[in-house]
């Protein structure tokens, strides 16, 4: 008996509400999705000349987990099977772009200068509730610090899905993540996926389901395979175009102007080593959680400047136009104050909506906008607390500075 035709496509879709074509494969074009711009020239001019080739994935828990960045490793290998690839996963749950733009050259430059960057922080954005300005600020700045390091980066701009963004498109809204993407990589030419309005047009159009097939915003092996099939539909399209301009290809490596007045393309980590304790902080070279909570890969088993007691004092000395903290926040993690040279004190909470579980890795911006000079935070642990927090606790990760000394 010979099988059906549409079972040999879905095997792996066991347990789905029906049998259904190849993600994407229905009506609505994988076209209407991906916006190339300046395309992806510099990079394939890279694989044609160069035989060690370095590609990046920066952005998130959906960047961090196997799926569409396994797919699109194992593609890039194949048609180019001569070629030795090096791929950086900077993938880390929870992270979105004011995360990156700090961690862009500990977690990616550090191990490898990228022909091909792929960068992914619409979803955890909105989660975060990460401030619009900011997002430009950070998006830029990461831009920006890639081409610094290599001018002929391409980079990829995507936005993924979540029920928020499905929403908003329901209503007739393009989410402020995906304008602020889009914004970016219109003014850098760089090309960009709008997999959160794919996905809605594609619910909408009745193709799939949320709640059967694609099922979470750290999507099934269906939605997987969705994400794979329209970056791969980027990637053939781009190569096409390369293939056909190659006579009369220049190569394009001019960085304009920022869109912004800050830019945080010279984000970094400082050790909390060079904090100056006054008093109630200590440095815990080996920090692990010490009650049940859990914690992320890469926040746990490092130095932490950690205080528990209202009135601990730290200052840090710093040469920017920006800094902040990130910390773990966690059950018992509460408020501080902190004050830049001689201007007011400031409070802010540090716990989160997720902190009675999860030390969570959590970035904040203290100040931004300071003359790119010497400056000294101050910064105390506060006798108030957010209700729902078990103590008045801060555990520093790393200090983030902008436009610093390197």
Sequence with gaps: MRLPICLGIVI???????CMQKPG?????????????????????????????????????ITYNKGWRDK???????????????FINAGIPSLGSLPHAFRFEQDVLNKGIP???????????????TDSLMQIWALEGIVRHAKKANPAVDIVMMAFADPDKTADYAQGKVPLE???QELVAAHYKLPSINLAKEVADRLQAKEFSWENDFKDLHPSPFGQELYYQTIRYLLDSAYKSYQTAKP?????????????????????????????????????ENWKPADSAGSRDGFVHVPVLEATSPGALLTFEFTGNAVGLSVMSGPDTGEIGYKINNGPWQKMDLYT?????????WYKLLAAGLINKKHTLYLKMSESR??????????????LVNDGQK
């Design 25 to 61: 494969a229905g009506q609505l074009p994988k076209y209407a999705y991906v916006q190339a711009r300046g395309g992806l020239n510099n990079f394939y001019r890279a694989v044609a000349q160069k035989q060690n080739i370095t590609v990046a994935y920066l952005g998130g828990s």
């Design 248 to 284: 009369g290809l220049k190569k394009t490596t001019h960085l304009p102007q920022a869109l912004e007045g800050i830019s945080l393309d010279k984000g970094r980590y400082v050790s909390v080593k060079e904090a100056h304790i006054q008093n109630g902080w200590q440095l815990i």
């Design 178 to 180: 995906v304008q602020n």
């Design 353 to 361: 909506q997720w902190s009675s579980g999860l030390h969570l890795p």
């Design 115 to 129: 022909d091909l960057l792929f960068v992914e922080a619409a979803v955890n954005d909105h989660t975060n509730e």
């Design 386 to 399: 957010n209700p729902k927090s078990k103590g008045t606790a801060c555990r520093i990760v790393h200090f």
């Design 72 to 86: 699109t490793s194992s593609y890039l290998k194949e048609q180019f099977p001569q070629k030795d690839f090096t």
């Design 12 to 18: 792996w879709f066991i347990g789905s509400s029906a």
